[in-house]
């Protein structure tokens, strides 16, 4: 394998050389030079063993591997920089209001799933982060009484179930007093 060139693509005199003559070249000079360059490859690359062949990959996956370890670390590294700059920035200018907007957003985050450990001891509409809103939507097949988010025939999947009507509940009297 010949031996590979150390300032390849560096700004030495040879490389500023070849890009002011690839600058100064016509197209039908640069294709003509380019099929001249992939004649020479072929029959060189049909000249070497399987060996070779395999060493010659082997060797490009490694070098391509490294170049692209090298970049990610840089830029890495970089993305560090920047953001242990930016944020005693973003604290300095978080004002008192952004903060406690911050702060509840993360509560809210955290009752996501409150659901599903319900304690009916708790009275959640004191908790500022609940939203359970008010019943002010009516279903238009069942008349049932639904919140407002709520979606449509959620109650009785758009009259596909059918309760029967509930009858006039009992006047019960208690202590004088009548109620229903």
């Excluded at 390849?8 to 003559?21: F, S």
């Excluded at 008192?96 to 509560?107: C, E, F, G, K, N």
């Excluded at 959620?154 to 208690?174: D, H, S, T």
Aim: glycine fraction near 4%; proline fraction near 4%; charge should be positive.
């Amino acid at each position: 394998m010949p031996r590979r060139k150390s300032n390849l693509g560096r700004r030495t005199r040879g490389a500023e050389a070849v890009r002011r003559v690839i600058a100064n070249q016509t197209e039908e000079e640069r294709a003509s030079a380019n099929e001249r360059n992939r004649q020479r490859m072929a029959q060189k690359r049909a000249k070497e063993t399987a060996e070779q062949r395999a060493a010659r990959l082997e060797d490009a996956r490694l070098r391509a591997r490294r170049s692209r370890s090298a970049a990610l670390n840089r830029l890495r590294s970089q993305q560090n920089e920047r953001h242990r700059l930016r944020v005693p920035e973003r604290l300095q200018r978080k004002t008192a209001d952004q903060y406690q907007t911050q702060l509840r957003a993360q509560q809210s985050r955290d009752c996501h799933r409150l659901a599903f450990q319900y304690n009916p001891a708790d009275d959640y509409s004191l908790s500022w982060h609940i939203l359970i809103g008010t019943v002010t939507e009516v279903c238009p097949y069942c008349k049932a009484l639904k919140f407002n988010a709520e979606t449509k025939g959620m109650c009785c999947v758009a009259r596909k179930i059918k309760l029967p009507q509930l009858g006039e509940p009992p006047e019960q009297e208690v202590s004088g007093k009548h109620y229903l």
